[in-house]
């Protein structure tokens, strides 16, 4: 293989057209930047391959949805493509079908630095100083299968939901697209990776999201650095506390939680707001008080009235209070109206697991769902029984 280092960055799943969404109540500034994460976020991916003066960008797909109206995104990558253009950078976009229906507005022309896959010109040469470096690719769902090159060659699939196909061995790096998460795998010695999406959408998409640098050397080896680009980072919290924590200290707990996560997004530049969504185990008084949605709420507006102007902000969503196994035992076998509520809901529970099975059962009556039933069963039995 003749081959010459180089460094690229890849890129995908922009999703321009899906904003953010799962999050409630934020105030004016908080919800204008929110809105505009996943802009904010794919222009981080741009300076990126400015800063790292990398020799060229390959964007896997999903970047448009060429169903949807709107010249925002369009113009928005136009401007983008021509600022690599200004540093010499040439853009490999696949998967980029709404030329063909029309989304692309008419009066503006391709930059001269764009290179796209097209049905029958599916190979495209890099070439640096007028010779060639790398041989890129783009790979159907049902692909012909690439000769050998003695060039470097960069296989592009846009549409790719699993890295569990077979590699072919013409292909040294498969850059795919069609997943939010990063994720990489090595087949045969070839890497098979996706960068995930620059900024993630709902909360289920926890942690850092960006792109990926890759660098080739001159023996083919391949590095990759990821670099986190989002601006709205969504985190999962999760602590127990003892019996006998007194409330002060269970709010303590929150404070220095969020404070301290609040110092170790500051070491990710591009980090303008952190959305928390909350787990916390335990028993006692204290667990009893934090199982009531007015607490719950009382204490997640006091948390964002404190963080909320921080930089960067933080916004703690939601918070799912699970009761300590034993103290739910030792309530599950008390002959009271608690007792017997606790054995009911257990009864529905397994009855919908056998019926539906784990995976498979009504999205009404999921895990967090039955959870916050049996909380809210709890503080009101509870509650009636120490009024009687």
């Known amino acids: 293989m003749d081959l010459r280092s180089f460094r690229f960055l890849h890129a995908a799943d922009f999703r321009l057209d899906v904003p953010c969404m799962g999050v409630r109540d934020l105030t004016p500034e908080l919800c204008r930047l929110f809105v505009n994460a996943r802009y904010a976020a794919a222009r981080h991916v741009f300076d990126t391959a400015i800063a790292h003066e990398v020799n060229f960008v390959v964007l896997a797909g999903g970047l448009l949805d060429p169903a949807l109206p709107g010249?925002?995104?369009?113009?928005?990558?136009?401007?983008?493509?021509?600022?690599?253009a200004q540093?010499?950078?040439?853009?490999?976009?696949?998967?980029?079908?709404?030329?063909?229906?029309?989304?692309?507005?008419?009066?503006?022309?391709?930059?001269?630095?764009?290179?796209?896959?097209?049905?029958?010109?599916?190979?495209?040469?890099?070439?640096?100083?007028?010779?060639?470096?790398?041989r890129l690719l783009?790979?159907?769902?049902d692909p012909v299968r690439p000769l050998s090159s003695k060039l470097f060659t960069i296989g592009i699939d846009p549409q790719?939901?699993?890295?569990?196909?077979?590699?072919e061995s013409a292909v040294d790096y498969w850059a795919l697209g069609g997943q939010s998460q990063r994720d990489t795998h090595t087949f045969d010695g070839n890497i098979v990776h996706f960068p995930g999406s620059p900024q993630g959408r709902i909360p289920e998409e926890v942690g850092p999201h960006?792109?990926?640098?890759?660098?080739?050397?001159?023996?083919?080896?391949?590095?990759?650095?990821?670099?986190?680009?989002?601006?709205?980072?969504?985190?999962?919290?999760?602590?127990?506390?003892?019996?006998?924590?007194?409330?002060?200290?269970?709010?303590?707990?929150?404070?220095e939680r969020v404070d301290r996560l609040r110092h170790e997004l500051t070491s990710t530049p591009t980090v303008?707001?952190?959305?928390?969504?909350?787990?916390?185990?335990?028993?006692?008084?204290?667990m009893q008080r934090l199982m009531q949605p007015e607490m719950q709420r009382q204490l997640m507006s006091k948390l964002n009235t404190r963080f909320q102007n921080r930089v960067p902000a933080i916004w703690n969503l939601d918070l799912d209070a699970v009761i300590d196994a034993r103290q739910l035992d030792d309530w599950q076998s008390e002959s009271t109206s608690l007792g017997a509520f606790l054995r009911e809901a257990a009864g529905m529970s397994e009855s919908l697991s056998q019926g539906h099975g784990a995976e498979n059962a009504p999205p009404f009556f999921n895990q967090p769902f039955r959870r916050k039933v049996t909380n809210e069963g709890i503080h009101q039995l509870r509650k009636a029984l120490l009024t009687n």
């Not at 010249?71 to 690599?84: C, D, T």
């Not at 790719?160 to 590699?167: L, M, N």
């Not at 792109?211 to 601006?231: E, F, H, K, N, W």
């Not at 303008?272 to 204290?286: C, F, K, P, R």
């Open 87 to 134: 540093h010499g950078i040439k853009v490999y976009w696949a998967g980029a079908t709404f030329l063909s229906i029309g989304r692309w507005p008419r009066q503006a022309p391709l930059p001269s630095n764009l290179r796209l896959f097209a049905k029958g010109a599916a190979s495209q040469i890099h070439e640096r100083n007028s010779r060639p470096v790398a």
């Open 272 to 286: 303008e707001m952190a959305v928390i969504n909350w787990t916390v185990t335990g028993s006692g008084l204290s």
């Open 210 to 255: 960006g792109c990926s640098l890759v660098t080739v050397d001159g023996a083919g080896d391949v590095s990759i650095q990821p670099v986190a680009t989002d601006v709205v980072r969504w985190c999962q919290e999760a602590f127990r506390f003892c019996d006998h924590t007194p409330w002060t200290e269970v709010e303590q707990q929150f404070e």
């Open 71 to 84: 010249l925002r995104g369009p113009l928005f990558l136009i401007e983008q493509f021509e600022r690599l």
């Open 160 to 167: 790719c939901t699993t890295a569990t196909r077979d590699a």
């Open 138 to 141: 783009l790979l159907d769902e």
